[in-house]
């Protein structure tokens, strides 16, 4: 194919490369996937972001993470399959539509459940799609064809399936246990929901009067309002303080009614006066305890957080509000004893950012310990899953270890309806406790069981709850690929391969879907789980809403480019599961480490440009790759780019991919652009050596071509743009569909890079000679090599035409001995000395007049610095960041005054 474009743009400008491409690999279903293509399967499922969401930093992580991996598995020539999609997120969603209602003066119920729903669905047309439409902009490489969302068609019924069988198999119940209520959203949340706050309260102390007046006892709690709920003042059976009493009663304050006093082994005689106060309907222990002594469970709180009918003078108040006048009233009546300041954890509802409140409720929950135990032992027969990094196997196995029984009905009407009709004609219309239901996967299913079961007149109204949001995203790895049908997909990409995602929802999202997975599949559904670290901000503090220190990921891609946001936060994770630091300037919105890639990419970008000017119109297969005829630097480039292959595929095999992205970074920057490009560039320019122009140029363009393939997963979009300017193919044709470079070991030669690593020293070496000395770039000089090893010598011999280029050294000396020369620069590399005479260079004279100038006036502000921080005026009064600047400036002070006085000492 004849070139018909020879090179690339004299500038890079990432935003119309990267939008070209995102829509060329879009319409041509680059990343459309085919079971019926056969071969190694790899599928990653996408974490599903929620529908109400907009793109964060650490959505930017976790996909710049997965897209790396799937790039990289696809062009290793696995049949890939990144899936897509996102969440209903029923409580968020929710709370967006009753807030828009609130502004119109409204509430659901004025519209009704239908109406509130079509509004739902109208909104998420809408708005849900934004999200997704962020996440295209990061150029992630997912099968756009297959997008799902956790309520469409499929997935709901995958629902529905999931819940009739657990019920059937006795695994899903209804029952009336003490849940976590959020207030603010009138609904059920599970644990997971909860966020334990540490706060400021106090500890109110009062007395119980014993209903034959021979006494009191002394009980403290957080919550005095519950008081109102009591039904027993508990003591530890083996506490000889209060023997004598068990079994007696006691009288409630205020309210007036008889408890008694019972023994538990729960209760702590050390903590406390030894007497507990317990309200079975209010408090998780309590709840426990109630069991077990048969005592009553008196609710007295409504849904809102208001107080019902059962906390008396204090109904309709909210429960802040009669938290105060409870205590006023203990006051008033003599039984409070004293208020403490006191620290302690308060839960807090995730969602609704409220106190959660243990409440009876009947409500939905699934059987947990079978499941649990099911998933246990693929841990521990098969450790399957496989948890990178390997210590948060652990922390995922205690959590199996410890569940309690999951309540999955929600209070809420955006969701999947639980599946369960109630026969209200048998309780007069309603809802109740006692009311008959039957569970089925349609209203006609149901319609004919409960015919079945109660008579052709039987009426019957469905659950109005909704499932728990994380109760579809559980069935997420194989409900998308088409679960229960068994379909290609399914068959073909299940399991899959690698789950990426937080450590923060191991137990949110991964323990789930493991248990829900080995009951319904018999499998684990992925083979590995990557757990990545947190993107915190620059001064090390975790991103967060709450903080408000997060980064918008679009205000760096608007300002440097998708490839270079995506490169920084590989390259800078540490290790698997390690969290990275990026550093960031909220008044200018710049980024110190973001820059650096974009460096990075217009680094590469001129390389290409200077390589492609110097393949006269041929692309890398035109020119074929490089023969038997190589140099010395030939080798040398083509053994560190076949070293490089290896490394970078084992650390990604590894899912080390920052070491990945920092090998490559060195390899491109160091190797190629700054090396390897200028030791051939005489070759390029002298076209009279037809041979050896001709293999610096196959070398170029093969070495080229190479790089873009290894860097391609990390940054798609350059590397996609270069290489179809560098091999002119086709605009159907993709880099991404490329075979990842395969090892030669027949041209990886460490020997010979250790001896290129020692004329790179050398080369170095003189080169800052030549700038300590300020030998104008013009001049060449003499410069001599002395080591007393033979191999050393010969190995410099070789690579003498490579020193005297490089360094610009006209006569050049490699000996066995130091020569006696006046006035020279002299340095080190290894064993091996260099020294330039300066004799007719420069001025030795004026340099050293110069360099003792620059090292007095270093010196006056090292003595200015340390006078100041030697104040403690300064020290203690000024701004903390004021006084670290005069630190680091301190600092770099004495580290230049000890490099020019080395200077000064060196032009002996």
């Not at 999202?509 to 248990?515: E, I, K, L, P, Q």
């Not at 915190?536 to 440097?560: C, F, H, V, W």
């Not at 899912?655 to 390897?676: P, T």
């Not at 270069?722 to 086709?730: E, G, N, V």
Request: proline share 5%; glycine share 6%.
């Amino acid at each position: 194919m004849t070139a018909t474009v020879t090179n690339l743009p004299s500038l890079y400008e990432p935003f119309s490369t990267e939008a070209k491409w995102q829509k060329a690999w879009e319409e041509n279903q680059a990343f459309q996937a085919n079971p019926e293509n056969g071969g190694e399967p790899y599928c990653i499922v996408i974490p599903p972001p929620n529908v109400t969401g907009s793109l964060h930093m650490g959505h930017a992580f976790e996909s710049a993470l997965i897209d790396t991996l799937v790039r990289y598995h696809r062009m290793k020539g696995r049949n890939t399959l990144w899936l897509p999609g996102t969440d209903h997120a029923s409580i968020a969603v929710q709370a967006i539509l009753e807030k828009q209602l609130k502004a119109e003066g409204k509430t659901r119920y004025d519209l009704g459940r239908e109406k509130f729903l079509e509004r739902a669905w109208q909104w998420k047309a809408e708005s849900g799609g934004t999200i997704v439409n962020q996440l295209r902009r990061l150029g992630v490489s997912a099968d756009w064809s297959r997008e799902r969302f956790t309520m469409d068609e499929g997935l709901s019924k995958a629902v529905l399936e999931a819940f009739v069988r657990l019920y059937e198999e006795g695994l899903i119940y209804r029952g009336n246990y003490l849940v976590n209520w959020c207030p603010a959203t009138q609904s059920a949340v599970s644990d997971l929901e909860v966020e334990s706050q540490e706060v400021n309260g106090h500890l109110w102390h009062f007395r119980y009067p014993l209903s034959d007046g021979s006494g009191y006892v002394e009980v403290a709690t957080t919550r005095p309002e519950t008081m109102l709920g009591d039904t027993a003042v508990a003591v530890n059976p083996n506490d000889d303080r209060y023997k004598h009493l068990i079994g007696k009663t006691l009288t409630l304050p205020i309210l007036n009614r008889e408890i008694r006093i019972i023994a538990d082994e729960l209760v702590e005689m050390e903590f406390g006066t030894g007497c507990v106060k317990v309200t079975p309907a209010h408090d998780p222990n309590d709840f426990e305890m109630g069991k077990r002594h048969d005592l009553p469970f008196i609710n007295i709180m409504n849904k809102d957080g208001t107080l019902n009918e059962n906390a008396g003078p204090f109904q309709g108040q909210d429960r802040f509000v009669a938290r105060k006048n409870v205590v006023q009233r203990l006051e008033t009546d003599g039984v409070l004893v004293k208020v403490e300041e006191y620290k302690h954890t308060v839960p807090y509802s995730d969602r609704g950012k409220v106190p959660v409140e243990p409440l009876l409720s009947t409500q939905w929950f699934v059987k947990i310990r079978p499941l649990a135990d099911r998933t246990l032992e693929f841990l521990d027969e098969r450790n399957s899953p496989e948890f990178i990094p390997q210590r948060w196997t652990k922390v995922y196995r205690d959590w199996l270890v410890n569940l309690k029984d999951w309540c999955i009905s929600r209070q809420l009407w955006w969701g999947h309806q639980i599946p369960a009709w109630y026969a209200v004609s048998e309780t007069n219309g309603e809802i109740t406790d006692a009311t008959p239901f039957v569970v089925a996967r349609s209203a006609a299913e149901a319609q004919e069981k409960a015919t079945t079961q109660f008579g052709e007149d039987v009426k019957l109204e469905q659950d109005p709850d909704v499932l728990d949001t994380w109760f579809s995203s559980g069935l997420w790895p194989f409900s998308t690929l088409g679960w229960p049908e068994q379909t290609r997909d399914l068959e073909f990409y299940y399991p899959t391969s690698t789950l990426v995602t937080g450590f923060d929802i191991i137990f949110f999202w991964v323990a789930r879907m493991t248990m829900l997975a080995g009951h319904f599949t018999g499998q684990m559904p992925f083979k590995d789980v990557y757990i990545h670290g947190l993107v915190r901000d620059e001064n090390n503090k975790k991103m967060s809403k709450s903080a408000n220190n997060g980064i918008d990921p679009l205000i760096l891609i608007d300002k440097y480019g998708t490839d270079a946001l995506r490169y920084t936060l590989i390259k800078e994770v540490a290790g698997a599961g390690q969290d990275i630091r990026l550093e960031y300037n909220r008044k200018t919105n710049e980024s110190v480490s973001v820059e650096a890639s974009r460096n990075f990419a217009n680094k590469l970008w001129n390389a290409a440009r200077f390589v492609m000017m110097n393949l006269d119109g041929k692309t890398p297969q035109q020119l074929g790759a490089p023969n038997c005829e190589l140099e010395l630097s030939d080798r040398w480039i083509l053994s560190r780019f076949y070293q490089v292959v290896q490394q970078t595929s084992d650390y990604i095999d590894k899912y080390g991919l920052g070491e990945a992205a920092k090998g490559l970074y060195d390899f491109i920057w160091g190797d190629f652009c700054d090396w390897y490009i200028e030791l051939v560039k005489s070759r390029l320019q002298n076209k009279s050596t037809t041979a050896s122009r001709q293999v610096a140029q196959q070398t170029l363009g093969y070495v080229l071509e190479g790089i873009l393939q290894l860097l391609h997963p990390f940054m798609p979009h350059i590397t996609e743009e270069i290489w179809h300017t560098l091999t002119q193919a086709d605009t159907n044709q993709f880099l991404a569909l490329r075979s990842y470079p395969e090892v030669d070991q027949n041209l990886i030669d460490p020997e010979l890079e250790q001896r290129f690593d020692l004329l790179i020293g050398t080369i170095r070496t003189l080169r800052n000679l030549r700038a300590e000395a300020d030998i104008k770039p013009g001049v060449k000089v003499t410069a001599f090599l002395q080591s007393e090893s033979a191999h050393e010598r010969e190995i410099l011999t070789q690579g003498q035409f490579y020193i005297q280029e490089l360094a610009k050294v006209e006569t050049l000396k490699i000996t066995a001995t130091v020569e006696q020369v006046e006035s020279v620069i002299a340095g080190v590399i290894g064993t091996i000395q260099v020294l330039i005479p300066l004799t007719g260079v420069v001025d030795v004279e004026a340099l050293r007049a110069k360099l003792k100038k620059d090292i007095a006036k270093l010196e006056a502000e090292v003595t200015a610095l340390a006078t100041r921080l030697n104040n403690p005026n300064f020290v203690n009064k000024a701004p903390a960041e004021v006084v670290q600047g005069a630190r680091d400036a301190f600092a770099e002070a004495q580290t230049q005054l000890q490099i020019l006085q080395e200077r000064l000492r060196r032009l002996a």
